[in-house]
C-alpha cells in the first residue's frame, strides 16, 4: 500500500532512444503493440524503447544496474528479443531482491506514430507484463531537432518500487 510508508520505497528513472529503420520489413513495436505504416525502431532486440525505458527505471530503482548490462547487445540470446520479456525479466530480478512494483509512467516523444489511439493497448500490455499500473502517454516534439525530424523516437519512464 502507497499510504502504508512504513515499507522502503525507492524511485528509478528510464530513458531511451532509437533511430527509425529504413528496413521496410522491421515492425514498429512499442509497449508490446505492433504500430503498422510506420517504420520500426534499429535495435538489436525488437527495439521497444518504451519496453527499454521502463526496464531501465525499474533496475535503476532497485540499483540492480541497468538494461545494457542484463540483457548484452553484444549477446546473440537478445538479437530481435521480444522486449516485453525482458521486462519480464528485470521484474523477477526486483522480485528476488524483495521489491515489489507500485507503478510506472512513461513519456514517448515521436511525431509519428501517434501514441493516443493505442494507449490502452500499451497500457494493458505493459501492466500485464509488471503486475503494476503503468501508464503511456504520447507528445510530440514539435519540429524541433532529430525528434522533430522524424529520425528516432525516444521514451523517458519513471517508476516507484517498494520493498515492504
Ligand atoms: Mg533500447
Redesign the pocket.
Known sequence: MVGDMSGEFRVGHGF?T?RFSGDPERPLILGGVRFDGVPGLV?HSD?D?VA?AVTDALLGAAGLGDIGVMFPDTDDAWAGADSLELLGDAVVRLAEAGWRVVNADCTVVAEAPRIASRRDEMESRLSGVVGAPITVKGKRAEALGALGRGEGLACWAVALIERP
Open positions: 531511451d532509437h535495435g527495439g524503447a527499454h
